[in-house]
């Protein structure tokens, strides 16, 4: 095997090829080599680790739990005298956050790839041809061919809105959010999804002034409209501007620079908006989706115009099971868990195939996207969801029953005193199982995996009652909406 890192003067061959080193490459170049002779290497022009690791979830934990934690204390008799009125300390929240980003440093990456005995080639990678796979580095080109198979997991990148003046502003994007290391006095988020509302909510623990720009009707268009609510109305009461039916027709800045990822990028913005009202701030953060990284990967020498894959993660249009795509670029749920859902299926499909196995277990098929996708929106208050919204489930043709509790147990009294929150279960009437759960509320976000096993494990919901909730929990309100079904 070729040492890690290895220099790009000569030609390879690896069993498996990963092009994109994010957690969904890692896991499936993991999955594909374990427990046999196969070889495997990543291609990664960035750092070993991916957007997670370094620019997205977690950086962006890492700034949103001291302000989770200060709101708890607050919301506590006997802690809240000893807190009073103090603010964060912005620069350890931030030292904290560059220890677990590693201050932007793969070197830990590189070594679990190289125990585990994967390669990592440093470099941008393009398909040229099957099996075939160019990299091109600082010190040239190589090819590296695969004997068994190439895996996309490129991940995606930012949408910057086509609005004119906004790209010459340099605003920022979630790396630069989520890496800043200036505090910006007043902020315009373009965007009303998961990024715009977790950078609103640390921001304004931080202090700052947040104005949000949204193009729809409400904040996380595709969640329960209960929980858009909630999301809204916890964002103004803690001062934020929270503008609907919103967008800028112009943004002009002030002395635009390029200061580095996380700093003012040049001078005061000022975003002409729709009607012609003017808002200025010192910073814009676009948080307006983001789009597959496919520009590069060279699809035509393939055949390929973009990526689509079948349950296994093979890539449709292509012949011969040698292609697979994995997270964001695969073109199915764009979150890093489901990635690595799908890296780890992906990973034992190639092992099997290489292996002449059949594909009969249920393990070689990713089937949750469609039925049991879990998701967090870390804001105050958070919202933690499963499966399908109401409004899903009657689009697909299902009998559809709710379930509304608001969650006020013994457990969620104790949790703390300020303790707000509210579920709805959607349920499949037909089969009496869940199709879908939305909780609402302080840190419910743990309550979500009991959910998620009902959802994709199809758990009628009369053998639920027989999941008894530990008491004095917020669990309890599991309890709660049973009884509320039952009437």
């Known amino acids: ?16 090829v990963v092009i994109g080193g994010g957690p969904a490459g890692e896991n499936a170049a993991q999955y594909a ?53 103090r603010s964060l300390d912005v620069p350890a929240v931030l030292r904290r956050r560059d220890s677990f980003t590693s201050h932007r440093s793969d070197a830990g990456q590189v070594t679990w790839a190289s125990d585990i005995g994967i390669d990592v080639i440093r470099g941008s990678a393009r398909l040229a041809g099957e099996r075939v796979v160019e990299v091109s580095g600082t010190d ?8 068994h198979a190439v895996v996309l997991a490129t ?46 909510n640390w921001l304004l623990d931080f202090g700052t002034e947040v104005t949000l720009l949204v193009r729809g009707s409400r904040l996380l268009a595709s969640a329960e409209p209960f929980a858009s609510e909630a999301v809204a109305a916890g964002l103004r009461d803690r001062g934020a501007t929270v503008l609907t039916h919103t967008t800028a027709s ?15 990028h040049g001078g005061a913005v000022t975003l002409t908006l729709e009607g012609g009202a003017e808002l200025t701030v010192d910073e814009v953060i676009v948080a307006a989706g983001r789009r597959p990284a496919t520009a590069a990967l060279g699809l035509d020498t393939v055949g390929l115009d ?28 764009p979150l890093t868990h489901m990635g690595k859902y799908h890296a780890r299926v992906c990973g034992d499909v190639i092992a099997a195939r290489a292996e002449s196995r059949p594909l009969d277990d249920a393990r070689y098929a990713a089937v949750s996207d469609r039925t049991a996708v879990p998701q967090v929106v870390f804001t105050t208050p958070e919202v933690a969801s499963v499966g399908r919204t109401e409004t899903a489930a009657r689009a697909e043709g299902f009998d559809v029953e709710t ?57 009628p919901l009369g053998t639920l009652w027989h999941a008894v909730p530990a008491y004095p929990t917020v669990s309890e309100f599991w309890l709660r909406l049973l009884e509320a079904r039952r009437g």
């Not at 095997?1 to 498996?16: G, L």
């Not at 790396?175 to 715009?196: F, Q, S």
């Not at 112009?250 to 003012?264: A, E, N, Y």
Request: proline share 5%; charged share 20%.
């Open 1 to 16: 095997m070729a040492p890690t890192n290895a220099p790009a003067a000569a030609d390879s061959e690896y069993d498996v």
């Open 33 to 85: 080599i374990a427990g046999s002779d196969r070889t495997a290497v990543i291609v990664e022009h960035e750092l070993l680790g991916g957007e997670c690791s370094y620019w997205a979830c977690m950086p962006s934990k890492a700034l949103l739990r001291p302000g989770t934690v200060l709101g708890a204390a607050r919301a506590m008799p006997g802690v809240q005298e000893a807190v009073g009125d």
């Open 140 to 147: 040239g080109t190589r090819t590296v061919r695969a004997r």
């Open 155 to 200: 991940g995606s990148t930012a949408t910057v809105p086509p609005t004119p003046g906004l790209r010459e502003a340099l605003p920022w994007t979630s790396r630069d959010a989520t890496n800043l290391e200036e505090v910006p006095g007043r902020v315009a988020i373009i965007g009303g999804g998961v990024v715009a509302c977790e950078a609103a």
């Open 250 to 264: 112009t943004v002009q800045r002030d002395s635009p620079r390029d200061s580095g990822i996380g700093r003012i």
């Open 306 to 333: 973009t990526v689509g894959t079948d349950d296994r993660l093979t890539v449709t249009g292509v012949d011969g099971n040698w292609l697979y795509a994995v997270g964001d670029v695969s073109g199915r749920t």
């Open 403 to 459: 379930v509304e509790v608001d969650i006020a147990v013994a457990g969620s009294s104790l949790a703390r005193d300020d303790f707000t929150g509210h579920a709805k279960l959607v349920i499949d009437r037909a089969r009496d199982t869940l199709l879908g759960a939305t909780f609402v509320g302080t840190e419910v976000a743990d309550q979500l995996h009991a959910a998620t096993v009902a959802v994709a494990g199809s758990v």
